[in-house]
């Protein structure tokens, strides 16, 4: 089966841009991730959905990110505007779902660097 | 509060020599616990659970609730085991959340 497809894969951008990165997960799952992962640390949750709803948002910078899984397929995570410490690995990631921890299936990444 | 702690960011063993990664964790309710490994230029990929009891790659974890630990073993260390290693807690079953420690570096040298 087809993984967990990110783009871009890597993304050079200064502070106060914007910038958006797309996620597609593995057909049928139900649940979907966005990690930050900081250079020296582990995947930090950003938001989970199930289906087209938000499990979990609330380690999410509001003010500045968002994100949406309008048809409960594929995500964007919006950055607006960047500040230099939002540099990091930005994971998405997918598993079956249903509240019973199914393994998770983590896709390349996208490297930011906010300069 | 849920944390996973990874007490070592490198850990260096010969090759032939026992390894043991280790993790602790502090959860007051039914933890799941997990390994995730990601070798050099690969995505980041489930190692084994607790639940499952098995032994993948030679690598083996028991969960300690005593101890609140699941460390990582494998008896005679290989080349292709250096990689970065993340012990991770979910709540079980429920909500699918896991939170991740922050990771070993496994240098195994030859």
């Known amino acids: 089966e087809a993984g967990v497809a990110q783009s871009p894969r890597y993304k050079i951008i200064e502070k106060r841009q914007s910038v958006a990165f797309w996620c597609n997960p593995i057909?049928?799952?139900?649940?979907l991730y966005w990690y930050q992962q900081i250079l020296g640390q582990g995947p930090k949750l950003l938001i989970q959905f199930q289906n087209n709803g938000v499990v979990d948002d609330s380690q999410l910078p509001k003010d500045r990110f968002s994100a949406e899984r309008l048809k409960g397929v594929d995500s964007t995570l919006k950055i607006q505007p960047a500040k230099l410490e939002d540099s990091a690995v930005y994971l998405c990631?997918?598993?079956?779902?249903?509240?019973?921890?199914?393994?998770?299936?983590f896709g390349p990444g996208t490297r930011l660097t906010v300069t | 509060a849920q944390r996973v702690t990874q007490p070592e960011k490198l850990l260096s063993v010969f090759k032939g020599a026992p390894v043991e990664l280790k993790c602790n964790y502090s959860y007051s309710g039914s933890p799941e616990l997990f390994w995730y490994v990601q070798y050099s230029r690969q995505r980041l990929q489930l190692l084994l659970r607790?639940?499952s009891r098995e032994s993948i790659k030679g690598f083996t974890a028991d969960l300690n609730k005593g101890e609140t630990s699941f460390h990582l073993k494998k008896p005679f260390a290989q080349e292709e085991d250096s990689a970065m290693y993340y012990c991770?807690?979910?709540?079980?079953?429920?909500?699918?959340?896991?939170?991740f420690g922050k990771g070993t570096r496994l240098h195994i040298l030859p």
């Open positions: 057909s049928g799952h139900a649940t």
């Open positions: 607790h639940i």
């Open positions: 990631a997918s598993s079956l779902g249903g509240g019973r921890s199914y393994e998770q299936y």
């Open positions: 991770a807690l979910s709540q079980m079953n429920r909500d699918d959340k896991i939170i």
